[in-house]
């Protein structure tokens, strides 16, 4: 990114900052709060449920972007000449991928204690 931006890193770094924001407000409003309003018709709610979900939300969404990047890994980002499982476990080998899951688990416990902090009771989600 500091090559595109021409060495300047703080636009670099605002540039992934945006990039970020994209995908992780993606995933809360499209993956994370349905999800949520899924299983809130099921069960009640608890912070242990909610953190829960997160978490495995956050590791899908690295199943899925590692799903991806998978498929553009091939020779000029053809078809892929390896194995999903085997591209999947060296991509799972870096520790940087337990931030995927821990994002969800942050995530869903801020949402979880914002909202019962300013209702002071548990959030119940509605039609």
């Known amino acids: 990114m500091i ?3 021409e060495g300047n890193s ?9 990039a970020g924001c994209i995908v992780s407000l993606g995933t809360t409003i499209f993956l994370f ?3 949520l309003f ?16 997160g978490l495995v939300l956050g590791a899908l969404v690295f199943v899925l972007l590692t ?17 999903f499982f085997v591209f999947f476990l060296r991509w799972a080998a870096d520790p ?3 931030l995927f ?5 942050i995530t869903a416990g801020l949402y979880w204690w914002l909202g019962k902090r300013k209702t002071g009771r548990a959030v119940m989600v509605t039609m």
Do not use: R, Y
């Open 96 to 98: 940087i991928t337990a």
């Open 10 to 18: 703080l636009l670099a770094f605002l540039t992934m900052l945006v």
């Open 33 to 35: 709060l349905p999800c």
């Open 3 to 5: 090559i595109l931006a």
């Open 101 to 105: 899951p821990l994002a969800g688990l």
């Open 67 to 83: 799903l991806i990047a998978w498929g553009g890994s091939g020779p000029d980002s053809g078809p892929p000449i390896e194995n």
């Open 38 to 53: 899924l299983l809130s018709l099921t069960q009640q709610m608890t912070g242990l449920k909610v953190c829960l979900l």
